[in-house]
Structures are given as C-alpha cells and as structure tokens.
C-alpha cells in the first residue's frame, strides 16, 4: 500500500504528533480547521463502526467524503490513505487488509485534532460537544 | 456578480470551497443533494453549476442531461477527486462544460472557472485555465463545442490511455491525435499517423507489424513496422473502422499483450506505443452489424473525443478563414483582403460537409484564383452547385477546365467520380511537382491516399515524367506504389 507506507508515524506512545495542514497559515482554511478535524474525527469513527458491520457500500461513502475534504484542507497523505480505503472497500478486499489502514486514518486524525488544538485552545473542549 | 451552485454532500468541503470562491469575487449558494439543486435553480438562474459525482448514493452526473435540457444559460463543471478522470470524461461527453478536481490546488479552480465565465465578448480564444492554447495545436476557434475539446485534450494530458477520436471527415481528428501526443509526456517520441482505409489489407499489415526478409517476394530486407518505430511514442490509427476483420484480430492482440510479431517472423517483439484511433462511422453500428469485433471496440475506446462538425461551431467559420488566408496568402506570396461581412456572412451559413478540410480548400481556391486582391464566393464554392458561367480561370490553369465539369454531368455518377479523381490526382501532382507529401499535404490526405490512387489509375512516375515536358521532379518515393505486392 503506497499510502500507507508513506504515511509517518504521528503516534510515539501516549503523545500525539501535531499533523499539520499545508495551509495552516491559509486564512481561508485555518479557521475551518476545528469543523474539519472534528468531522473527520467523527467519519473515521463510523469508518470503523462500518468495517465491523462488514458495510462496504457505507465505508467506500465515506473514505470517499475524507478523500475529498482532507486534500482540500491540506492533508494530502490523508487523502491518499482515504483513497486506499476507498478503492479497497469497492474492490471487496477483505476487512483484515482495510483494517489498517483505518486505524492509520484514526492516528493522523488524531493528529489533526492536536494541530488544531495547539492553535485553538477551546478545541478540546468544543470538540467534546456533539454538535450533529 | 457571477453566481455559483455548488452541489456536494459534504459540509467540511462546501464550506471551505464556497469561502474561497467568495474570497474569489463569485456568488455563491450550496445544495446537498440533487432534489435541493433543482428546487434552487427553479428559484434562481445560476452561471455556473459545481456538482459533485458522488453525492451520497446518487450519481451526480445523472442530472446532466435535464440541467443541459432546462438550464442551457447554466455552465456545468463536475468536481472530481484526483484521478477520476474517467468520470470527467463521460461528464463531458454530456455536455459538461469541464471537470475542477477539487481535492487540487484551490487556486486552479478559480483560475478554471474565470476563464470560463468571463463575460461574453471578452474571450479571446481558445485556452483552458491550464494555459493549454488551441491555437498551438491547430484548433482555431473560441466556440464552447471547440473549447470542450481542448478541455479533453488537457484532461488527457496525463493520461496514457488509448483514445478513440469520433467525428465527420474533415473536422480535425488527426489534428487533436497530435495534440494529444503534444501534451503528453510521449511528446518528445515519434507519432506517426496511417489511415487504415486506404492501404491495401496485406500491405497495412506489414506497415503495422513490419516484416522479415524474404516473408513475401518483394520483402528484400527487414523492414520495422510503426508499432516499433513509434514504441514510446503514439501511432495514430485513423479509419480504424475500415481495418479488416483479420487485421483487427491481429490489432487486439498487440493491444493485449503490447508486442508485436513482424510477418514471416516467429518472435515478437515488445513495445510500449500508444495508440489513438479514429472514425467517421458509429463503430457501435459496425458492431453489431459483425463488421468491427466488439472485443476490440472495448480495447481502442477507453476514452472518447468526439469533434464536432463545423455547421455545429459556426461561428468558428470567420476565425477560420482568416486563419488559412495568412497561410495561403504567404505561401502563394499574395495579399488578398479579408473577406467583407456579407462574404464572411454567406461563407458562415454554407454548412460545409467536408467541415474544415473543405473550407481550406475554398480559401486556398479563393486566394488562389482571386485577381483582384479579394475573395469571391463562386471561386470559394467552385463545384457546389453555385453558378460557375463568368468565373475566369486563373492564370496558368486549364480554360477547358469549367468545361471540363459540364461534361462530368453528361456522365454517370460512378464515371464522373473516377474521371474527376484522375483530372484531380494529374493536377496535384503537377501543382506539388511530382513530391507525394506535398501532394497529400495539399489535399489533406496521406500519402498512402495518393499512392493508393496511382496505383488505381496506373500512374508511375516514368509515365507522368514522359507526359510532363515541365520534368516535373518526383519524390523517389515511388517504389511503395510498385512495391510490397505480397
């Protein structure tokens, strides 16, 4: 998986690597960031609520949705992890090979999560609330 | 202000697209779905529609043919996510105006969609926000239709893919096949073009596949054939649907397994060639009439440009003409005008069967036969029915030759057509003096066309020397025409 293995690590231990965006500094993009690490926080979750149920149709959706926003907001390695998902769920490859990178998808966003809060101090507490 | 829709399910992404557009100067509204789409665009005209493909479980292109049917003044750009060029394609293929990847750079898309909806009267011509210009290529126009091709032509420009070119005779099918190859990164190899119609079955077999010394009796030395030449580079298969039955089989399994197998070789050999084809005809119709393998038909058309006619982009017409005026008027060292608006006017209402192939031809027949530093209409449309009686032969040609047509009606179509072809193919010849390329480049053919119709008539190059007492100079290049008879 190309994605995958050009993915770095953004967890050591209990620490989460700050992932930032190419347009952190974009005023356009970096007050959108919170909704955005939140949305993907909240999609990767259900991605792998979906790979348990073994709902490839709802997984491809939304890998798809991630694929989308996250080269848009500047995370291109995320994009291209979403697309293996994406290509992987419609190509019906088993769920032992999606399951990774899922869990890849979960740490970066995890890392997104730390970037934003690094730049917005009431993220943590904002992204707690259910705001859908 | 220009005002925007977009169209796509996901909020994160609207968002961010619709406060860049914004920052960009348009006006912009949002839908999720295509139920919403609708619902505000019955409310309000759009400029531009951005729709996505995925929304959800529904395709978002599905929509195209009723926004092209009751949104005609709404531009369509469909967003992809990188690499999904094949959704772009059949989006256009529908009428879609282009295709934003909205994963890219955000500046692209802006710079995409100001190119296109800049107001009307300030478009200078055909250019696509990548910078990609018609005009470098030989696509001259500012029409949509035309636009819509070059729009293909960049979206391909990464592409390797094999890509079947459909359209009228004369629309400009090879002339795209070597923008497609300008453009891409085979650009720097040979490409090569051969139309499949006009050589004989074994003949285009061995330009093909090449051959072995001794495979056939005039085969006197090993002679490569164009899938090798052009190995790294792109083969233009023009015609393909006038290629033989037998010979499509041999086709698709090069396109199989990309090796070809010279005749009267037993190794084949591997090769990396694009191939582009082309046709005038509805390849899905010779399909199912058990005139073209449907195998192959899959294989050659992964992607699809279809030109359009030139009575369907005619305000293409007047760019045009001028376009070929400054080309035959610096190559026959001559300085007619430009037509006035009435000619311009006519000559854009004539629907030009032979697209523009035939309208080179009128303006080359126009400067040509023009006297008196203008363009008349009855030089231009010689032969089309218009009247011909007071139109003075040009300097140099034959006086018989208006007469020479009134006896052509006396005769049956099949004859007048055989008798016109071989007065057609002398005075090619004479014009190119005996040089096939220039002869196949003037009449817009290739030279196996010219070769073809020497062999027809019995032409050869001592015959047409004897005749000529101008010694007219062949190219040396007459041994195809007597040779390779296996």
Same mark, same amino acid.
């Given at each position: ?128 609330? %259910?705001?859908? | ?13 609207? @968002? ?41 479980? @529904? ?45 890219? @750079? ?165 090769? %990396? ?55 035959? %008027? ?24 032979? %697209? ?131």
């Amino acid at each position: 998986m190309k994605a995958l293995e050009a993915t770095r690590t953004v967890t050591d231990g209990g620490h989460v690597e700050p992932l930032w965006s190419t347009y952190m500094d974009d005023p356009v993009v970096r007050p959108l960031l919170p909704a955005f690490a939140k949305a993907l926080d909240e999609r990767v979750k259900r991605m792998g609520l979906m790979l348990s149920a073994g709902d490839f149709v709802e997984l491809a959706r939304l890998a798809h949705m991630v694929r989308g926003a996250a080269g848009s907001y500047g995370y291109s390695q995320i994009a291209d992890l979403a697309g293996a998902v994406e290509t992987g769920a419609r190509a019906g490859t088993q769920a032992s090979t999606i399951t990774p990178l899922v869990s890849e998808l979960a740490a970066m966003g995890a890392g997104v999560s730390a970037a934003v809060a690094s730049i917005d101090p009431n993220f943590a507490e904002w992204n707690s609330l %259910n705001l859908e | 202000m220009t005002r925007l829709l977009l169209v796509d399910d996901d909020p994160c992404l609207v @968002e961010l697209l619709a406060a860049r557009l914004r920052g960009a100067g348009f006006d912009c509204d949002a839908a999720e779905n295509l139920p919403e789409m609708f619902e505000l665009m019955r409310r309000g005209r759009y400029d531009a529609v951005l729709l996505d493909v995925h929304l959800g479980e @529904e395709d978002g292109t599905s929509a195209l043919p009723v926004l092209m049917r009751d949104h005609p003044f709404s531009r369509v750009f469909v967003m992809t996510a990188r690499g999904s060029v094949e959704a772009a394609v059949r989006a256009m293929e529908q009428g879609a105006a282009s295709f934003l990847v909205k994963d890219g @750079e955000p500046e692209s898309i802006v710079r995409k969609l100001r190119s296109f909806l800049v107001p009307e009267g300030t478009a200078t011509g055909t250019a696509c926000a990548s910078g990609l210009r018609g005009e470098d290529f030989g696509l001259i126009g500012h029409s949509p239709a035309l636009a819509r091709v070059l729009e293909m032509v960049d979206i391909l420009r990464d592409v390797d893919s094999r890509v079947l070119i459909t359209g009228e005779s004369g629309t400009g099918k090879e002339v795209v096949a070597k923008a497609l190859h300008s453009t891409s990164k085979r650009a720097s190899r040979r490409f090569e073009a051969i139309n499949c119609g006009a050589i004989p079955e074994n003949l285009l077999e061995s330009e093909l596949f090449g051959h072995k010394r001794g495979a056939f009796t005039d085969a006197k030395s090993d002679h490569k054939g164009f899938f090798e030449t052009c190995s790294e580079g792109t083969l233009f298969l023009d015609e393909i649907g006038e290629m033989p039955l037998a010979l499509q089989v041999k086709l698709l399994r090069v396109l199989q397994e990309s090796r070809v197998t010279p005749v009267g070789s037993n190794q084949s050999i591997k090769v %990396n060639t694009r191939v582009i084809t082309a046709t005038n005809r509805s390849l899905e119709e010779e399909v199912r009439a058990g005139r073209f393998r449907e195998d192959l038909f899959y294989r050659i058309s992964v992607l699809k440009i279809h030109l359009p006619s030139l009575r369907e982009r005619r305000d293409d017409i007047p760019l045009l003409v001028n376009h070929f005026l400054g080309i035959y %008027n610096a190559r026959f060292s001559k300085s007619v005008a430009a037509p006035t608006g009435e000619l311009m006017a006519r000559l854009s209402a004539w629907d030009w069967p032979g %697209n523009i192939r035939e309208l080179q031809n009128a303006v080359e027949r126009g400067v040509v036969l023009s006297r008196d530093g203008q363009l008349h209409i009855e030089h231009m449309l010689e032969g089309h029915g218009l009247d011909v009686v007071g139109v003075e032969p040009a300097a140099g040609s034959s006086a018989s030759t208006a007469a020479a047509f009134v006896d052509y009606l006396a005769m049956p179509l099949s004859e007048a057509k055989e008798n016109f072809e071989k007065y057609y193919l002398r005075e090619l010849l004479k014009i190119s003096r005996g040089n096939i390329s220039e002869a196949a480049r003037l009449c817009g053919r290739y030279r196996a066309d010219i070769y073809r119709l020497m062999m027809k008539y019995g032409m050869t190059r001592e015959a047409m020397l004897a005749e000529d007492h101008s010694g007219m100079e062949f190219a040396g290049q007459d041994e195809v025409v007597k040779g390779r008879g296996h």
